[in-house]
Each structure stands twice: as C-alpha cells, then as structure tokens.
C-alpha cells in the first residue's frame, strides 16, 4: 500500500447488484466506458492506493461472467448470494476481513469510476488521522435526485444519511449535499452497528449509510469529507449516466492527445479508450474508434470510419476507411483498407497490402505480401512479396477442423483460386487463375487445376 504503513487497510469494491435501471441482462458494472466496463475504471483507481492483494471484491449478480472479465486476486472475491443491500454487503465481507487482519477499509461502490485518485488519497489520509469509526465522502450537486441526502444539524453536524426512495419532505429533498458512495470504516469498531441495521425502509434493504445514523445515537462523531461539487464521483445508475461519463472521458482522452501532437480532425466523433497508447505525429480523421491495448506507432494515419482494437499499428502504416483491425499487427509502411478485415492473431509485416474487401484471420503475411482485392486469407502463413490474385480463397473448414495454409515468397496465386487446406505452395510457384487447389505445388511449379476451355460450334 502507498500510504502509512502502519495501518493495515484495504480496498472493498461493491459489486454485487443487478442494475435494474440500466435495464439490461449484462451486470451493471460491466457495461462500458470507451470500450473498458466500468469495473475497470474503480480497479484501476484503487490500483494506485492499494496493492492487488489488497483489493477486495463484493460479486452477486452476473459473478461468473464478471470473475472472467478480470483477473482479481481469486481468494479476494467474497460473494453476496442475495442482494441484500450495501449494509449486507460489507456483512458478507467483514468476517473475511477482519480474518485477514485489517483494521481499516476503504469501501467504493462498483458503480462510481475513480478516475480522481487524487481526492481519494487525500480522503483517506484524513479519514485516517480523524481516527473516526466511519468516514465518508460527500459531494454537492445541483440535481441531487437519487442519492443519499447529507442531513447535519444546526451546528453542522452530520445526523443522518437518508436514502432517495425513503425521503418523505420536502426540506430533505432539497439537501444538494450527497453521500458519493466512498467509505473508510474501523473494522473491529465497526462490529457492533455493521450486524445491527434494520431494513425497516422503503426497500427493504441493509442500508451501510444507516451505519451513520446508529453511530451517532451512540455518541459517536462521524467525518464528512466534503470534496465539493465532486460531478468526478457520480454513481453510474441509469444509461443516462453512463454516456455523461462516455463523453465525458471522450473528451479527456481526445484533448490529452491532441496535447500531446497528435492531429485529430473530427475529434467530437473520435473514440479512444484509456489504455491506447497514440504517439505525437500520428493523423486520425473522425469518426474512429480505438480501444483496449492499441498501440499507435509516429506516421500512422487513420482515415475514418476505422474501428481498432487491441492493436499494434507501427510506424508510417496507413489504415484506410472502414477498416476493421482486431487483435493484430500492422507493419511498418503497410496499407489496409478501405473496407479491410483483420480479425485476431493476424500479423502483417513491413509494406504489405491488404485492400477492399479482404478478410484476413489468424494469419502471418511476411514483407511484401499483397493482396489487393476480394480475399479471405484464414489460419495461413504467406512468404516474402507474395501476390494474392483477387478474389483468392483459403478453404481453411472442413466442417469439423481448423487446416492450415502455407505459401511460400513470390508466390503468384492467380485470381478466383481456391486453396483446399492443408496445403503448402512452394516459393516461387505460380497458380492459374480459377484454380482449386487440393494438392501441395512444389517449388516454382505452374499449377492449373481447372478444367481446360472448350471453345464449340455454336448450335444454330
Ligand atoms: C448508494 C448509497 C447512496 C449514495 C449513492 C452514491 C446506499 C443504500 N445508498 O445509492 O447513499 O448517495 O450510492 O452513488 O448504499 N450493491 C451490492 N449489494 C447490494 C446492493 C448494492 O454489492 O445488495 C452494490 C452495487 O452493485 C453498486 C453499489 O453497491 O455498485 C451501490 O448500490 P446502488 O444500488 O447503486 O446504490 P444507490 O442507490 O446508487
Ligand atoms: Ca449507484
């Protein structure tokens, strides 16, 4: 952990519910931001707080899919069956904890992205030296709907946190000060409240915020840690809320690297996730999208319509309109495009050209290759300055399996070929054009495999 080693704290993440106003089967905490679920943003947040073995998860509703999404530390996934609330959560959680002997908890809802790990840090220091059992952040906004009111009393003090749904006047409907939904709670004297609250509300549920109101009839003081009009830690609720931040980090990210050198024209419609990587120099013209691990080499330019994703692109290559590029490389200086498919595991090397309408899957294409037009290229591995004739088709499904295709360097396939896998053309060879290739051609070969034209009388 970065901070004081002397106290033992860790990171809870409550991720638990269903997301019933996002009106979708997906978890909530997975729908995405820029192409990263939201989950993603709180982990990487209380990455920089907390070491991976410290960071703890609370998972209920859609776990399995969730637990395949990321690699949490296994043993740090504490499951609540029912959603009970986010009292319940952190009662599902506290054995476990306390099990592992820490004395604090910084607690974050799921929903919440924490892209200010700044404020958080400086949260929790003063969380730490106020020594209170609960600590909790609050922000103000203008539209409070939804969120948990802060009520003090008339010397300012924090009374009680009262939920939307069990607001029942007016007054409190007009609090603009919310609970943002991040705790710091002392774990073994918090025991005693956390396995007494009530669900006696409008939901039903075991409210943590309730934790305030219990302390504070037993003579506790808890800390507010006011960060002011904090819009940074609104909850993710409803889709409304997940495009304000969608566009909001669009923005960000747009603007970091036109700061950074890159050009950007269009950039309103220009979508880069927050792992790409884009050096200065590079030219992109909206609308595109890049995300997860994209890495974009100087001299590249991106025409628009491209999607990209989890790709390496290198320096000087050019990706022309309406390209798809998936899980692969693009060599220095090649071209893709318009209207290119690379789909996962493909490689291109350095000038190799892929054009309209070629779809290319799991394959190696060595410097030089081209393969201009109409083509599906799947499961092969192509030599040096290799020509791929149009509308050239490796046959690489038998119905049951997978088979692979070899070409070797300057190859010449010819156009509307059909190369049946497995099957190796040697280098140098050349193939007639319409031909279907079941057998191996060896080096330097001519192979035809069609039948010969006829040319007959014409019946009268
Ligand atoms: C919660 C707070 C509210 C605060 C707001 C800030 C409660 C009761 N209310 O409201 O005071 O202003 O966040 O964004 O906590 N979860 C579980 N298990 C459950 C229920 C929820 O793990 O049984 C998780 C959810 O997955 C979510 C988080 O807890 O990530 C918050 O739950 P949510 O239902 O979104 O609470 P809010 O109504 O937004
Ligand atoms: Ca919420």
């Not at 940074?232 to 495009?243: A, C, K, Y």
Request: proline share 3%; aromatic share 8%; hydrophobic share 35%.
């Amino acid at each position: 952990m970065n901070q004081d080693v002397s106290i033992r704290c860790c990171g809870l993440v409550l991720a638990a519910g269903k997301g019933t106003r996002m009106h979708s089967n997906i978890p909530k905490v997975l729908h995405k931001i820029l192409g990263e679920p939201i989950l993603w943003y709180v982990y990487n947040g209380l990455k920089n707080l907390f070491d991976d073995k410290d960071i703890y998860f609370v998972l209920g509703h859609g776990a399995e899919i969730i637990e395949k999404e990321f690699s949490f530390v296994k043993e740090n996934i504490i499951y609540q069956k029912e959603q009970l609330g986010t009292g319940h959560a952190l009662q599902c959680a506290y054995e476990t904890l306390v099990k592992r002997g820490y004395e604090y908890v910084l607690i974050v809802n799921g929903d919440v992205p924490l892209t200010n790990v700044h404020k958080v840090q400086t949260f929790l220091k003063n969380s730490f030296s106020e020594k209170k059992i609960l600590s909790f952040m609050t922000i103000v906004l203008d539209n409070p709907t939804g969120y948990g009111r802060v009520v003090r009393d008339h010397s300012n003090k924090v009374k009680k946190i009262v939920e939307q749904k069990d607001i029942s006047n007016e007054t409190i409907a007009s609090i603009k000060e919310v609970n943002a939904g991040i705790y710091v709670i002392n774990l073994p004297k918090i025991k005693n409240y956390l396995f007494r609250l009530q669900n006696n509300n409008n939901q039903k549920e075991y409210y943590l915020p309730d934790l305030v109101q219990l302390l504070i009839k037993d003579g506790h003081e808890v800390f507010a840690f006011n960060v002011g009009k904090g819009s940074e830690f609104l909850g993710i609720n409803t889709p409304r809320d997940l495009i304000f931040y969608d566009d909001l980090f669009q923005r960000e990210i747009v603007n970091y690297f036109i700061d950074k050198g890159v050009v950007i024209y269009n950039s309103n419609v220009v979508r880069i996730g927050p792992k790409v990587k884009i050096d200065p120099g590079v030219q992109i013209c909206g609308p595109v999208e890049i995300y997860g691990e994209s890495v974009i080499k100087k001299g590249v330019c991106i025409s628009s319509h491209v999607f990209i994703k989890d790709s390496l692109i290198e320096q000087g290559a050019v990706v022309l309109n309406f390209s798809h590029v998936e899980g692969g490389k693009i060599g220095p200086n090649s071209k893709v495009g318009p209207y290119a498919r690379l789909r996962p595991e493909t490689i291109l090397e350095q000038d190799v050209k892929v054009g309209n309408f070629v779809e290319v899957k799991k394959s190696y294409l060595a410097k030089g290759v081209k393969a201009s037009h109409l083509s599906y290229l799947g499961d092969s591995e192509i030599g040096e300055d290799t020509n791929i004739g149009a509308g050239t088709i490796t046959c690489n499904y038998d119905g049951k399996n997978k088979h692979k295709t070899i070409i070797g360097k300057q190859v010449f396939v010819g156009s509307n070929t059909a190369l049946v896998a497995p099957v190796k053309i040697g280098d140098g060879a050349l193939i007639g054009a319409g031909s279907t290739i079941t057998k191996d051609v060896p080096e330097n070969a001519l192979a035809v495999a069609r039948e010969r034209q006829k040319n007959l009388k014409k019946r009268m």
